[in-house]
Structures are given as structure tokens and as C-alpha cells.
């Protein structure tokens, strides 16, 4: 059954910090080459945060860009919700330091943790507030250093991730004809084992032996998780769109999460999809995990990629594992 939420997307910003960080540098860093990186991720780039840059200042930036260019003033923002895995500390949450640095002083706010399905759970999320009627203007955030996180000894990993951020401003929606159809999320933690950071939490709290064992990175069954994302991709996009009477004839646009390119264009094959309908930019950015998403909506609509009423599909799968889809009518 569709579950639909009269609220819709009226603004998308990004920001990522300057230094680009290609293939070539990768090279000089470990054990890869330009072009098993490029044929196995589709990667080209990315880009890295400085030390003493974290999530909240990138995610500050793509706020402000999008305040600026909605002429939206920061007190006017009810809510806001941060996905990511790389927040600044534990407490206080990413959403205050950025409620902070923007002056939102009307709003309350909190992070989200969902991996590289965050941004779309927090846009789920933000949008019932809008949808419920009690909130107006609700900043939904994706922001990620992943470099924070990499260990730059397992060529496995640090060549995939990229650092950035992308905000958008969610609004409540007129009519059907606009905004968030219908959305998807699911967990399945029995795959938790096979894309996890162990170390740095409750269980196993820092310590010399955390460290020594190289437990505050990111440890990935990169085969295990390719496959579930595979798979659980296309079957997702089949499931919202049938128990919505539609096909993916009918979608202008696929704004997938960016891990692999070959991920995307497996599920691309599956749906029948030609690359107009698909917005690629990994080899650009690399996966910025909560980022990809609110990036990809950047890129199309800088691309003039989106019309209003075009239909658009958000998917992602992640750490958890974690899935999620978002169907909605572009409202702008
Ligand atoms: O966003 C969160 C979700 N994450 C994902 O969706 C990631 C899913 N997984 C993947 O995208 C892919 O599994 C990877 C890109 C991580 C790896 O690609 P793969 O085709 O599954 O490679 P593999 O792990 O099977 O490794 C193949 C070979 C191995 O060498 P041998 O054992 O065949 O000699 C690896 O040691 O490639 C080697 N390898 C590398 N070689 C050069 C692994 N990493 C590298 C590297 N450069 N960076």
C-alpha cells in the first residue's frame, strides 16, 4: 500500500571540500592502479576533507547554500536531521552543531544513523513532520567524512569513499500532484557482520588494543555486500513502483546511492533503464555514503535533469544492512 506524505523537496544544495584526490594519487598512497579502480568502481576522483574539517562543517556549508538560495532565513527552520556515520563526536549530535553555526534558532534537531541509506531515511523521516503538519521548514542534511574512518593500509577500501555533503529543504506539498509518494525502508542487521566499524562504540570502547588493531576503519565483505546491493536494488524500485500501479516506464529519473557503478547499471539493466534516466557522478565523488543521494539531486537538477511532476526514484542499500526508497512527484 502506498504511504504517502504531503510533503515535498523545494530546495537541494551540496558542498564538497576543495582537494580533489584522483586515481593517480590513490596509486602513490597503495597497492592500485587507476584502472582497476576505474573498470571495478567506476571511480575516477574524489574529494578529501582537510584535518580539522568533520561532517558538520560540510554540512553547515550545504545548508547555508541552500538557505541563500531559497531566501530562507535560518530562524525560519522547524527541524533539522543529519544522516551519517562520520559525526563530529558522539554527543552532542552533528544536527546541533549545525543548528548552531546557521543561527536556526527555532529549530530542534538530531542525527540518524542508516549508513549509506541515511539520507533517505531522513528524508522519510523529516517529511512525516511536514506531512503531519506541525512543521513547515525541515532541513534534511547527508553528511559524511568518510576519510575520517578509512584505513589507508586496506587498498580493499580507502579507494572507494569520498568526503561531501548535500542539504535539502522539505516543505508541505500542495497537492498529489507534487511531493513523496511513497517510500520503502527495511533492515536486515543479519548482514551487519559484513560492512561494520568495530571499534569506537560501547562494545569496544577506544583503547590502545583498538587501535593497534586497526578497529576504528571501515571493514567491508566487499563481495557480500556487492551482491545484496545487486540484488535488493532492482528488487526494491520493482516493489514501489508496482504497489504504486506504475512501471519504470513511467520514472523520469533514478537517483541511486553511489557505491559502484556497476551496482547502478545492474540495476539500470534489470529496470530497462537507458543512462538519461539514471544520474551517475561517482567517478567524480566516490561514495560519500549519506551524501550521494542529496549530491545526485544537485547534479540533476544543475543538469536540468528534473522537471516539476517528473517522477523520481531515490534507492540506496547500505551498512545494517539497511534499504531504502523514496517515490515522489518533483515539485519544482
Ligand atoms: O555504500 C556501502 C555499500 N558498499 C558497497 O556497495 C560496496 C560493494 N562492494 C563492491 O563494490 C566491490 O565488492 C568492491 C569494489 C569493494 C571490490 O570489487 P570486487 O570486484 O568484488 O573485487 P574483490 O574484492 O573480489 O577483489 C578482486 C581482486 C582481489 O585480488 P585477488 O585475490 O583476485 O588476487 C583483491 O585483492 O582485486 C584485489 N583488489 C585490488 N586490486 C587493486 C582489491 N582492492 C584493490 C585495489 N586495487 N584497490
Same mark, same amino acid.
Given at each position: 500500500?502506498?504511504?504517502?506524505?504531503?510533503?515535498?523537496?523545494? #530546495?537541494?544544495? #551540496?558542498?564538497?571540500?576543495?582537494?580533489?584526490?584522483?586515481?593517480?594519487?590513490?596509486?602513490?598512497?597503495?597497492?592500485?592502479?587507476?584502472?582497476?579502480?576505474?573498470?571495478?568502481?567506476?571511480?575516477?576522483?574524489?574529494?578529501?576533507?582537510?584535518?580539522?574539517?568533520?561532517?558538520?562543517?560540510?554540512?553547515?556549508?550545504?545548508?547555508? +547554500?541552500?538557505?541563500?538560495? +531559497?531566501?530562507?532565513?535560518?530562524?525560519?527552520?522547524?527541524?533539522?536531521?543529519?544522516?551519517?556515520?562520520? %559525526?563530529?563526536?558522539?554527543? %552532542?549530535?552533528?544536527?546541533?552543531?549545525?543548528?548552531?553555526?546557521?543561527?536556526?534558532? +527555532?529549530?530542534?534537531?538530531?542525527?540518524?544513523?542508516?549508513?549509506?541509506?541515511?539520507?533517505?531515511?531522513?528524508?522519510?523521516?523529516?517529511?512525516?513532520?511536514?506531512?503531519?503538519?506541525?512543521?513547515?521548514?525541515?532541513?534534511?542534511?547527508?553528511?559524511?567524512?568518510?576519510?575520517?574512518?578509512?584505513?589507508?593500509?586496506?587498498?580493499?577500501?580507502?579507494?572507494?569513499?569520498?568526503?561531501?555533503?548535500?542539504?535539502?529543504?522539505?516543505?508541505?506539498?500542495?497537492?498529489?500532484?507534487?511531493?513523496?509518494?511513497?517510500?520503502?525502508?527495511?533492515?536486515?542487521?543479519?548482514?551487519?557482520?559484513?560492512?561494520?566499524?568495530?571499534? #569506537?562504540?560501547?562494545?569496544?570502547?577506544?583503547?590502545?588494543?583498538?587501535?593497534? +588493531?586497526?578497529?576504528?576503519?571501515?571493514?567491508?565483505?566487499?563481495?557480500?555486500?556487492?551482491?545484496?546491493?545487486?540484488?535488493?536494488?532492482?528488487?526494491?524500485?520493482?516493489?514501489?513502483?508496482?504497489?504504486?500501479?506504475?512501471?519504470?516506464?513511467?520514472?523520469?529519473?533514478?537517483?541511486?546511492?553511489?557505491?559502484?557503478?556497476?551496482?547502478?547499471?545492474?540495476?539500470?539493466?534489470?529496470?530497462?533503464?537507458?543512462?538519461?534516466?539514471?544520474?551517475?557522478?561517482?567517478?567524480?565523488?566516490?561514495?560519500?555514503?549519506?551524501?550521494?543521494?542529496?549530491?545526485?539531486?544537485?547534479?540533476?537538477?544543475?543538469?536540468?535533469?528534473?522537471?516539476?511532476?517528473?517522477?523520481?526514484?531515490?534507492?540506496?542499500?547500505?551498512?545494517?544492512?539497511?534499504?531504502?526508497?523514496?517515490?515522489?512527484?518533483?515539485?519544482?
Amino acid at each position: 500500500m502506498s504511504q504517502r506524505i504531503a510533503a515535498k523537496i523545494t #530546495g537541494v544544495a #551540496g558542498y564538497v571540500p576543495p582537494r580533489v584526490v584522483t586515481n593517480a594519487d590513490m596509486e602513490k598512497m597503495v597497492d592500485t592502479t587507476d584502472e582497476w579502480i576505474r573498470s571495478r568502481t567506476g571511480i575516477r576522483e574524489r574529494h578529501f576533507a582537510d584535518p580539522g574539517v568533520a561532517s558538520s562543517h560540510l554540512g553547515t556549508e550545504a545548508a547555508k +547554500k541552500l538557505l541563500a538560495m +531559497k531566501g530562507v532565513r535560518p530562524e525560519e527552520i522547524d527541524l533539522i536531521v543529519v544522516a551519517t556515520v562520520t %559525526p563530529d563526536m558522539l554527543f %552532542p549530535a552533528t544536527a546541533c552543531l549545525i543548528q548552531d553555526r546557521l543561527g536556526a534558532t +527555532k529549530a530542534w534537531g538530531f542525527d540518524l544513523s542508516a549508513a549509506c541509506s541515511g539520507f533517505a531515511y531522513a528524508l522519510t523521516v523529516g517529511a512525516q513532520f511536514v506531512g503531519a503538519g506541525s512543521h513547515k521548514k525541515v532541513l534534511v542534511i547527508g553528511a559524511d567524512v568518510m576519510t575520517s574512518i578509512l584505513d589507508f593500509k586496506d587498498r580493499a577500501t580507502c579507494v572507494l569513499f569520498g568526503d561531501g555533503a548535500g542539504a535539502v529543504l522539505v516543505e508541505p506539498a500542495a497537492s498529489e500532484a507534487e511531493g513523496i509518494i511513497d517510500f520503502l525502508h527495511e533492515v536486515d542487521g543479519s548482514g551487519g557482520c559484513n560492512l561494520y566499524m568495530p571499534a #569506537g562504540g560501547s562494545l569496544h570502547p577506544p583503547s590502545h588494543e583498538t587501535v593497534d +588493531k586497526r578497529m576504528h576503519y571501515v571493514h567491508q565483505e566487499g563481495q557480500q555486500v556487492f551482491k545484496y546491493a545487486v540484488r535488493r536494488m532492482s528488487e526494491l524500485a520493482c516493489e514501489i513502483l508496482e504497489r504504486n500501479g506504475l512501471t519504470s516506464r513511467d520514472l523520469a529519473l533514478v537517483v541511486p546511492h553511489q557505491a559502484n557503478l556497476r551496482i547502478i547499471r545492474a540495476m539500470q539493466e534489470r529496470l530497462g533503464l537507458d543512462d538519461s534516466k539514471v544520474l551517475v557522478n561517482i567517478d567524480h565523488y566516490g561514495n560519500t555514503t549519506a551524501a550521494t543521494i542529496p549530491m545526485g539531486l544537485v547534479d540533476a537538477v544543475e543538469q536540468k535533469r528534473l522537471r516539476k511532476g517528473d517522477l523520481v526514484l531515490l534507492i540506496a542499500v547500505g551498512a545494517g544492512y539497511t534499504t531504502g526508497a523514496v517515490l515522489m512527484r518533483w515539485a519544482y
